[in-house]
């Protein structure tokens, strides 16, 4: 009689193979999907730590007066001109990160202004007593990034811990 | 795609071993050249980050100093070579541009200014602007390095409590030198053929008004393991305000030494 099925199957080494290889390639793809989800907090501090700069640049060199605002609620940031009506800079940051200020951790909302001519910070909120104003970033993993403003000297830096 | 012979069976041959192992060679110099690529791109994305971020930090950083010099209502410094700072040790240069007084019947010396500080161990500088009581003194003439050593003891030590005097970081050198230019050389006629006036700059150190200073710094920022981008930044600051006196030690190192404006001749 003519066989309907090749009725022979797959051996065990085969299942083996496959089943190996299939865990390598999962076990690659998540661990660079968790890699990227943990970079999520260091790249939103990065661009805090960028749109301060930007802020005390513009601040210094061009005509008006420059806030940078960052609404921790909606993890929005604006940088905002007193010349003009609607904020220079928008930037719309991960959500999948939580926003706070360790200075005041109640505090919803960060203005910074800086000064036209040294480049020192001329008003902060939340105000501090040591005059360090500091912005964490932190994803669903625990990452954390800290965005350190120095009020005397108007230096910022990121701080991974 | 199965190539199929003229009874309908399947071919059933398959790939050889060497046919495999020719597609694998192939495909992984492919990918190498790709891998290549994305990674020096990804190279230059990075190289291109620490540029800015270096520029920036030099830039402001040499505003400040620079701000602070112009400014000054007095200065007591000792330039870069003379200070022979050892990067091992927690060992800095302190430079003090504001008013320095003595108070020559307690023996008691304040300084109300700004001080700017330069770490080589953590290359960073501080800065610390305010009004402060820096204890007694021994006499005069060591009085001006006492009062650096006080103001150095003034910064808090290194960690948070530092933190909010931090202006810079990544800073590899940071010098001053006071240009050539402002320093009056003594005369080198002999006495008797010296005028009154210049009898009267014997024994006594002058500064040509306006006092200009050559500031120095070097930046270094690893952007990756071993990477490392640089950045020099240098400019002549005049002192805003004339100055009385000034304290220097020069770089030809003759100690501390007291400068008084040049009256003229």
């Not at chain 1, 802020?55 to 003009?84: A, V």
């Not at chain 2, 990756?224 to 304290?247: A, E, F, H, I, P």
Request: aromatic share 8%; with cysteine.
């Amino acid at each position: 009689m003519k066989k309907l099925w090749n009725n022979k199957g797959i051996t065990l080494i085969e299942i083996l193979v496959v089943v190996a290889i299939m865990s390598i390639a999962v076990g690659g793809a998540s661990i660079s999907i968790s890699l990227a989800y943990s970079r999520d907090a260091e790249k939103c501090a990065k661009t805090i730590n960028s749109a301060l700069e930007n802020t005390r640049m513009m601040s210094m060199s061009e005509k008006g007066n420059f806030t940078m605002e960052l609404d921790m609620t909606n993890n929005m940031l604006y940088i905002k001109s007193s010349e003009e009506s609607e904020p220079v800079v928008t930037e719309d940051l991960q959500r999948r990160v939580t926003i706070s200020s360790p200075t005041d951790p109640g505090a919803a909302t960060v203005t910074v202004q800086f000064d036209k001519s040294t480049g020192k910070v001329l008003s902060m909120s939340p105000e501090s007593s040591d005059g360090i104003l500091r912005i964490a970033s932190e994803n669903n993993n625990g990452k954390k990034a800290t965005v350190v403003l120095v009020k005397g000297t108007g230096k910022h830096y990121v701080e991974y811990k | 795609m199965w190539s199929t012979s003229e009874k309908g069976k399947r071919n059933n041959k398959g790939m050889t071993l060497v046919e495999l192992l020719v597609a694998f060679a192939v495909s992984a110099i492919i990918l190498a050249g790709l891998s290549y690529i994305i990674f020096s791109v990804l190279q230059f994305y990075g190289r291109a980050n620490a540029n800015v971020e270096i520029q920036n930090e030099s830039q402001t950083s040499l505003n400040l100093v620079i701000d602070t010099i112009l400014s000054a209502k007095g200065a007591c410094y000792i330039e870069q070579d003379a200070s022979n700072l050892d990067p091992a040790t927690d060992d800095m240069t302190c430079a003090l541009f504001g008013e320095l007084k003595f108070d020559k019947n307690v023996k008691n010396m304040t300084f109300i200014g700004t001080a700017i500080y330069w770490q080589p161990k953590y290359r960073e500088m501080y800065l610390m602007t305010g009004n402060y009581d820096l204890g007694a003194y021994t006499d005069e003439a060591k009085a001006p390095l006492e009062a650096i050593a006080a103001m150095k003891g003034q910064l808090p030590a290194y960690g948070d409590a530092r933190l909010p005097y931090l202006m810079a970081q990544y800073v590899t050198a940071f010098g001053l030198e006071t240009l050539d230019s402002c320093i009056v050389k003594p005369s080198t006629k002999s006495e008797d053929e010296m005028t009154e006036a210049e009898k009267k700059r014997i024994g006594k150190n002058y500064f040509t008004n306006p006092l200009t200073i050559h500031v120095n710094m070097e930046f270094e920022y690893e952007y990756q393991n071993g990477k490392v981008t640089t950045r020099q930044m240098d400019d002549n600051v005049s002192v805003r305000n004339r100055l009385d006196s000034v304290y220097i030690q020069r770089n030809d190192g003759k100690g501390m030494i007291k400068y008084l404006r040049d009256p003229g001749l």
